[in-house]
């Protein structure tokens, strides 16, 4: 026979006691681990909560608990509040009526909860303690107690003459200092355990193996990741003693098995006669389509295989099967406009296809973008502070693919309401008398206050680093102007020493810089192009003067950065490279620079005596690759896909400068021809990539 299940969740977060700092989080805390707890598509416990009550209250209401269970219950305790410590070492779990000077009479000793549990029938306990352990003195004592607050040793394992029991913490032993009667580190609240013990459960991100269950050791191992990612100075601790396997909750994470396509479609699919193969495509499909999703799984399996595998013509009729049920969302990029500072705008995000296509979960890309799964979507809410442009991107993957929504929109101060000026108090006005027959005045209406005129979209104030980057970035192309033509003493020694070389760079460098200016670029195009400009830049390659110039780039690389930082809409990070064109500019930009080491090879083998000259072959194929390699990598997709347009066009007028500075024979003039012709390819495919970042845009 099951047994109950019964959780009882107490926070106490509004302390009589001055010298308890209240905690601001307990309350909301509680009632959405409540909310988690009792939704039945999540859990089935029967749900207590009990907030800011005094110590005999809270007592009373863990003994009834304990008291009251049967050997197949499984009994939930959550303590969201101060945990304190009394001078002999004791632990106290404070009440709203608690005195850290009085804390035997005043707070729910954690002995008085071991006995408890030791009296429970209950074989399976969970108790989770969201506290903060500190040492508890008498007023006016300034002297730390010795020792830490040992929440383990509060509640030893072994005793309870039953399949377990678990203690998961917050964080393990850490001593907070009671100054007189006041606690000193009134920072510490109980938020971060409880939010992510909530998110876990909402979300099933804590069903780690995807079974459909939320195992306790699941559940911990989540906690303690999430709680170690939000703040590193936190770490959750467990004892768990329990026999087997305890399943808190269930999950909509359940990895789907695919179900075996019958014999006799299986070998339909493999026939030689390619009518059979084609027949075996339509019943694949009429599977693929079906409510059973192993049944749709191994259908799509067999599909992708003739996609892959066989003859064109039935790997056409395949590939149109599979694309039937691809994931597809709706709408494919949510634009959520201007939004007011405060509010909280909400958008859904809907699936389309069959069931395999909508068997999917989602993930956000920052913390501000908050998802909630619902059925056959997403609800999609922000949560913004900052004014200015904000862009994200909700992943939502599926067992027949991935794709990415992106969220964008910008966050705008709320319009002043200019309140309409009541008329001074003064004497009543004396009416006039009117004839009889005179029709009344028709009485004006009360004028209100013209609205400003609309100029445009909110436009937010530049950045000052951003600003910086784009006048460095001009100081470095009219540098790079000015020295470029007294390289020759005329126009036909200009283009035959090369001094034009130097132009594409400049026109990079002023580009880059109206990128930094331009309000739809100067957040990511703006800043990838001109790091990835800088890049090449790195190199103390030619004239004095031309070092001085690429040192303005490097400068303006560093601005843009921070620039980057303090905009706290979006963060750069790694990712997979995504599409044909960027797997293209990575692959044209290693050719280049194996073209590059092709002619370092050809002059280290021509002559000793030109090993310099080869060496900076090296450090040009060597920071080309790195800067294509990485641009590859960078997200969001805008700042990468600008990187590389920075890192080609410089890889370029790098390369166009060295074969002049450097002549080259034999060998190397080969490893030069591929190189040049690999970083225009690179820069053509960048620029190719570029459009079609922004149509999608």
Request: hydrophobic residues 45%; negative net charge.
């Amino acid at each position: 026979m099951t047994g109950e299940r019964r959780a009882l969740i107490i926070a106490n977060g509004e302390y009589d006691n001055p010298g308890l700092s209240a905690l601001r989080s307990p309350a909301a805390d509680a009632e959405a681990l409540a909310e988690v707890l009792a939704d039945r598509n999540i859990s089935e416990f029967d749900v207590q909560v009990v907030r800011d009550e005094t110590a005999h209250v809270i007592a009373s209401r863990v003994e009834d608990l304990f008291a009251d269970s049967a050997p197949d219950d499984v009994l939930l305790v959550h303590f969201s509040c101060h945990g304190l410590k009394s001078e002999s070492g004791e632990l106290f779990f404070a009440a709203r009526n608690t005195r850290p000077e009085r804390l035997a009479s005043s707070a729910v000793p954690a002995d008085f909860v071991q006995r408890c549990l030791r009296m429970s029938r209950s074989r399976s306990i969970v108790l989770l303690l969201d506290c903060c352990y500190g040492g508890a003195f008498s007023q006016g004592v300034a002297v730390r107690a010795s020792g830490e607050a040992g929440v383990f040793d509060a509640f030893p394992g072994g005793g309870f003459g039953g399949r377990g029991r678990a203690v998961i913490t917050a964080s393990n032993s850490i001593e907070y200092a009671f100054e007189g009667d006041h606690l000193a580190d009134d920072h510490a609240r109980p938020s971060v355990f409880t939010s992510a013990l909530v998110d876990g459960l909402r979300t099933g991100d804590a069903d780690r193996d995807e079974d459909g269950w939320i195992a306790l050791s699941e559940l911990y191992d989540y906690l303690f990741d999430s709680v170690r990612e939000r703040n590193p100075n936190q770490t959750p601790s467990r004892d768990i003693e329990m026999q087997g396997e305890l399943y808190l909750a269930r999950s909509r994470r359940r990895r789907i098995k695919p179900s075996p396509v019958p014999a006799d479609l299986r070998a339909a699919s493999e026939d030689p006669n390619m009518f059979t193969r084609l027949g075996a495509v339509t019943e694949l499909q009429r599977r693929l389509m079906s409510e059973n999703l192993s049944v749709a799984i191994g259908a799509h399996e067999v599909l992708t295989t003739m996609a892959q595998n066989d003859i064109q013509h039935i790997a056409d009729a395949a590939g149109a099967a599979r694309e039937e049920a691809r994931v597809r969302t709706e709408p494919e990029v949510l634009r959520f406009g201007q939004v007011v500072r405060g509010s909280r705008p909400e958008a859904r995000i809907r699936l389309a296809g069959p069931p395999i296509a909508r068997a999917c979960r989602f993930a956000s890309s920052h913390s501000w973008l908050q998802v909630t799964e619902a059925a056959d979507g997403a609800e999609v809410s922000l949560d913004l502070a900052e004014i200015g442009p904000f862009d994200g991107q909700v992943t939502v993957t599926g067992p027949t693919g991935e794709v990415e929504v992106r969220v964008e929109g910008e966050v705008i101060q709320e319009p002043e309401t200019r309140p309409t000026p009541e008329p001074e108090p003064g004497p009543a006005p004396v009416p006039e008398p009117r004839p009889v027959h005179a029709p009344a005045p028709t009485p004006e209406p009360a004028r209100r206050p013209t609205p400003p005129a609309e100029t445009g979209p909110s436009r937010t104030k530049r950045d000052p680093f951003a600003v910086a980057a784009a006048l460095f970035a001009f100081a470095s192309a009219v540098y790079l102007v000015i020295i470029a033509f007294p390289l020759s003493s005329s126009v036909e020694d200009f283009f035959e020493d090369g001094g034009w070389t130097i132009i594409p760079l400049g026109a990079l460098a002023i580009g880059a810089g109206i990128a930094m200016l331009t309000p739809k670029t100067r957040r990511m195009t703006g800043p990838g192009l001109v790091c990835g400009l800088a890049l090449l830049s790195m190199i103390p390659f030619g004239p004095v003067a031309l070092v001085i110039a690429d040192g303005c780039l490097l400068v303006a690389a560093v601005c843009a950065l921070v620039s980057v930082r303090r905009d706290r809409s979006f963060r750069l990070e790694m990712g997979k490279p995504q599409g044909a064109l960027t797997v293209a500019a990575l692959v044209s930009g290693i050719c280049a620079t194996l073209g590059l080491v092709i002619q370092a090879a050809g002059l280290f083998g021509y002559s000793s005596s030109r090993a310099d000259e080869g060496a900076i072959y090296v450090m040009v194929a060597v920071v080309l690759l790195i800067g294509t390699v990485l641009g590859g990598f960078l997200r969001p997709v805008a700042f990468g896909v600008a990187f590389l347009g920075g890192v080609s066009g410089g890889g370029f007028a790098m390369v166009c400068a060295l074969f002049y500075a450097l002549p080259s024979t034999g060998v190397a003039y080969v490893g030069w021809v591929m190189a040049l012709s690999m970083t225009i390819t690179f820069t053509l495919v960048v620029a190719f990539a570029a459009r079609k970042a922004s149509a999608e845009n």
